[in-house]
């Protein structure tokens, strides 16, 4: 089984993170997946933005959650990357969603939901409205450093695939003793060297590797899956380690 390559944010290293020329991208090398951020805006519309703020990744400042969608689409999203992406906008998920669909993207799709510092109550509820209203025709992955969020997932769709995040700092960990159900942990590379012998009962997806030595070490590791801002480096490298 190969190790699936899941493009961080879109093409991050290469295009403005979470935009439509990321995604874009990440669908032109060819990725086996695509990470997004989810965040809620002021009418409780699903925003693709990794940061609680707009500050880093647009030409305004404040939060998400104190813009409308329609105010947030307002924003230059692409010029911090550089001059060429300056007509880059904020995305809704469902602009996302559209997206994927009418390339007919066939991969994996993970959504992390971004509750670890506002929770948005009722977030998990609209992402599967959503989700159920598209109906899109891919896999996709529910992540969240949350276990809360991941927990009321489950009891809106006991069906859902998910993935409780982990870093080095946080203590997720523990929610594995505590009886909640991961079928995925989604881990930092320090943590990776620690797991990764001793248990093979769920898969093991690994991030942020962009390292060339250290994406070869997890596809020689063999690994779920490795979340890379550099997709087409990742994917040239796994056809050396893993072959076509």
């Given at each position: ?45 699903l ?30 999203a ?47 509820k ?10 899109p ?83 020689r ?24």
């Open positions: 089984m190969k190790t699936n390559v899941i493009a961080h944010r879109g093409s991050k290293g290469t295009t403005p993170e979470n935009t439509k020329a990321s995604f874009l991208e990440a669908l032109a090398v060819k990725s086996d997946g695509i990470e997004l951020d989810v965040h809620l805006s002021k009418d409780n519309r925003v693709v933005i990794h940061d609680e703020t707009i500050d880093r990744t647009t030409n305004g400042k404040g939060a998400v959650v104190d813009y409308t969608l329609e105010e947030l689409k307002q924003f230059d692409g010029s911090w990357f550089a001059e060429s992406f300056k007509e880059e906008r904020i995305l809704s998920l469902e602009d996302v969603l559209l997206l994927l669909s009418e390339r007919e993207f066939k991969g994996i799709l993970n959504i992390e939901l971004k509750t670890d510092q506002n929770e948005y109550q009722g977030i998990e609209i992402v599967l409205d959503l989700v159920g209203k598209i109906k025709d891919f896999r996709i992955v529910y992540s969240s450093f949350n276990y809360r969020t991941l927990e009321r997932l489950t009891q809106l769709n006991p069906d859902v695939e998910f993935a409780l995040l982990f870093n080095e700092k946080n203590k997720n960990h523990k929610q594995l003793k505590n009886g909640i159900t991961v079928l995925a942990w989604h881990t930092g590379l320090k943590t990776l060297l620690h797991i990764l012998f001793q248990t093979r009962s769920i898969p093991v997806r690994v991030w942020t590797v962009n390292h060339s030595a250290l994406l070869a070490f997890c596809f590791k063999k690994v779920d899956s490795v979340i890379t801002d550099f997709p087409e480096k990742a994917l040239r490298i796994r056809r050396i380690v893993q072959g076509e």
